[in-house]
């Protein structure tokens, strides 16, 4: 870029200087961003991914959320990934978070085959994919040329939406981020795989909105087997499948289960109750060939949608040489 100045009107050569360099180059996410510069990026981080889904399965449904996570609070830069007393790891929301050794082994073995070339918020992007993957779910491609955040706060993450908010503030908060009501419902379908700690949901099961006793709308049958799983003073702590039945696929059958009064989160059940999403469960629901495709289509192109929340590009934030710090 050249830049003229009439005589008369020539600043002062340090502010000249600074006003360059606090020029924004902003860039875009494209498929294929590291074709050149590191051709095996995406094989890499599907290695690593493949084999620590295969060795533990509940890496894949960490590594989904936690891209969500990331991509809810700053958007999606990595900010997830910075340790520290108050990061955003250390917000309730995030305490279950699971899979960062999965993204510090890939980052060790890209930095080996291309240093300081692949940001942490695009493994993250791209191990989010290879971990629908590895349970079932149908390819995307996914857009790459994030760069790395520099800020990660606790009180930011706070804010995450959580079981029990309603779909009235869950089109809310999604909307802010610029996903629609169906991107919402959509993304929901995450939670055909993964697990939720019973503390996410025992007011549900004991004292519901303090009437002393379960929620009216949950299925009998799922409540019994909650209450089975999590007693009135068990521990909460105790881990409890999302989707009943198919935990470890990913498949339309979360759906099937929200319409049915089966969902185990408060905020799944609020699917089918507001008739603003119901309608968008419903085009989920029906013959499982055919519709079970049609999640898992909109899903990859839903999850392409969130991963374009906020990021940051060309020459803003940096490429992490770890993802658990700053340069
Ligand atoms: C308003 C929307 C959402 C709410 C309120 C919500 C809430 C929750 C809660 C409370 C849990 C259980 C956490 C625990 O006990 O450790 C959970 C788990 C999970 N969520 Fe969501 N979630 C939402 C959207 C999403 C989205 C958009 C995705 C992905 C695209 C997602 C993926 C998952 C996965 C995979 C799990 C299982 C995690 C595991 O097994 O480690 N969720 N969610």
Same mark, same amino acid.
Request: charged fraction near 25%.
């Given at each position: ?122 493994? /993250?992007? $791209? ?9 079932? %779910? @149908?390819?995307?491609?996914?857009? #790459? =040329? ?77 409540? /019994?087997? $909650? ?9 909460? %702590? @105790?881990?409890?499948?999302?989707? #009943? =039945? ?82």
């Amino acid at each position: 870029m050249t830049v003229y100045f009439h005589m008369k009107t020539t600043p002062n050569l340090f502010v000249v200087l600074l006003a360059i360099s606090s020029i924004r180059v902003l860039g875009c996410t494209r498929v294929g961003f590291y074709e050149k510069t590191c051709p095996r990026a995406e094989i890499i981080v599907q290695d690593v991914v493949k084999s620590a889904v295969k060795a533990n399965y509940t890496y894949a449904p960490g590594l989904l959320r936690m891209f969500f996570h990331d991509c809810f609070v700053r958007g999606c830069d990595a900010s997830i990934l910075l340790n520290g007393p108050s990061t955003e790891q250390t917000a309730t929301p995030n305490s279950h978070l699971r899979g960062f050794e999965v993204i510090n082994r890939a980052k060790t073995m890209l930095e080996n085959e291309c240093p300081g070339v692949v940001s942490c918020a695009d493994i /993250l992007a $791209l191990a989010a994919r290879d971990a629908v993957i590895q349970t079932g %779910g @149908t390819f995307w491609e996914v857009p #790459t =040329g994030r760069r790395d955040g520099l800020v990660s706060l606790k009180s930011e993450a706070e804010d995450l939406p959580s079981s029990r908010t309603p779909a009235e503030d869950q089109i809310k908060i999604f909307a802010k981020k610029g996903l629609n009501t169906e991107d919402l419902v959509t993304l929901a379908g995450g939670h055909t795989i993964g697990t939720a700690a019973c503390a996410r949901f025992t007011d549900r099961l004991y004292n519901y909105k303090n009437n002393h006793g379960p929620d009216p709308d949950i299925d009998q049958v799922l409540l /019994l087997h $909650l209450q089975t799983l999590c007693p009135h003073n068990g521990d909460h %702590g @105790t881990r409890v499948a999302l989707d #009943t =039945g198919s935990v470890n696929s990913f498949d339309n059958s979360y759906y099937e289960n929200v319409r049915a009064g089966r969902g185990v989160l408060e905020s799944d059940s609020e699917l089918w109750t507001d008739p603003r999403t119901q309608r968008f469960v419903q085009q989920f629901l029906g013959d499982k060939k055919n519709h079970e495709l049609k999640f898992t289509k909109k899903f990859g192109r839903a999850m392409v949608k969130l991963g374009n929340v906020e990021v940051k590009t060309g020459n803003e934030g940096e490429i992490r040489r770890v993802c658990n710090k700053i340069n």
